[in-house]
């Protein structure tokens, strides 16, 4: 199991599009994944579980591309 930290989000960036982006890596439910983006964007730090830590890896990157920072735990 990998984990993704959201660590902040960029104004002006779409939440709708990176909640696809969480629901399409993570197979969070979209209310949840959009609930998710809104939280980091609010300053919270989000954590997101993958099962997957090459795809934690890609989902860090496209956020990161999309001006949400983040990062992956590689402690797991």
Avoid: N
């Avoid at 982006?21 to 730090?45: K, S």
Wanted: net charge negative.
């Amino acid at each position: 199991m990998a984990r993704v930290f959201v660590l902040r989000v960029r104004r002006g960036v779409s939440v709708h599009s990176l909640a696809s982006i969480v629901q399409q890596y993570t197979g969070l439910p979209l209310p949840e994944a959009r609930r998710a983006v809104e939280r980091a964007r609010a300053g919270e730090r989000v954590e997101l579980d993958l099962d997957d830590e090459y795809a934690a890896y890609d989902l860090a990157s496209v956020l990161s591309d999309l001006g949400a920072a983040s990062d992956v735990d590689e402690s797991l």
